[in-house]
């Protein structure tokens, strides 16, 4: 009996302690980050704002080419890996203190992270905005089936290596608006509730959209596809804009 209750006490320590790893504050993982640690976790919630504006190796650029304010700049030098995680808060890779004023005034502060190694968010959930305007992927972008349940921003956004976004879902408005991928872009089977802007992203090498379906406004608006393009099966179910779009140099259309 001694025995029995010794094992159930043991198992009820480690269950709980399982479950205690299941949460992680967002702090801890910006110390990580900060201690040049790799990150990974898995089936774990990140609970507070993730904010990776304001690391330890930021600094001010004071010439941004923007003329609107000072820009600081943090880079994340440690691959990240997130796994069947949940993002409670915030997912903060771009900010700005005048959000929602004038982004055109001169005391504006913009704070934006880069990230220098592969991040991977396979099948995450971000609960709050996703902000990544003017990031800069420098290695693989990895969000294969995550759920954005508000604002996924990536405006401005560049991404030097492939970037995979299958099987992603987009219950807010995706801003995809000016964003460059250099490598292989990846968007089949995403399905985008909400807006979708486009309008002047660059392909450099090739995307797909096989059977991606789009339920709100979406707009491809000055969208040069090149040659590797891959629109099989794409849905169009709300007002959709390919003013000045092309494949491969052909005027494009959903109704072609």
């Known amino acids: 009996m001694k025995t029995l209750l010794t094992s159930l006490l043991l198992t009820l320590v480690t269950l709980t302690a399982t479950f205690a790893q299941r949460t992680v504050d967002a702090r801890q993982i910006i110390d990580q980050i900060n201690q040049n640690q790799s ?5 774990a919630t990140i609970t507070g704002d993730l904010d990776l504006t304001s690391l330890a190796n930021q600094r001010e650029i004071r010439d941004n080419g923007r003329g609107n304010g000072n820009e600081y700049r943090s880079t994340v030098t440690v691959p990240l890996t997130f796994r069947n995680c949940v993002f409670r808060g915030k997912f903060l890779a771009y900010r700005t203190e005048n959000e929602g004023r004038n982004l055109f005034s001169m005391n504006n502060r913009v704070y934006n992270a880069d990230f220098d190694e592969a991040v991977t968010f396979d099948n995450c959930t971000f ?9 800069a992927f420098r290695q693989r972008a990895v969000f294969v089936g ?3 349940q508000n604002e996924a921003l990536f405006k401005y956004a560049k991404f030097s290596d492939m970037a995979d976004f299958s099987g992603t ?13 250099g490598e292989n872009a990846a968007f089949a089977d995403a399905r985008f509730t909400s807006s979708a802007d486009f309008k002047y992203t660059k392909f450099d090498d090739g995307v797909t959209f096989q059977n991606a379906h789009f339920t709100g406004p979406t707009d491809f608006k000055y969208v040069r596809f090149p040659r590797r393009t891959n629109l099989d099966n794409v849905a169009f179910d709300g007002p959709s804009d390919f003013k000045y779009t092309t494949v491969d140099g052909q005027r494009f259309s959903p109704r072609n």
């Open 127 to 135: 609960d709050n905005d996703a902000a990544f305007k003017y990031s």
């Open 146 to 148: 995550s759920k954005f």
């Open 39 to 43: 990150v990974s976790y898995e089936n």
């Open 169 to 181: 879902q987009f219950r807010g408005p995706a801003d995809f608006k000016y964003t460059k991928f």
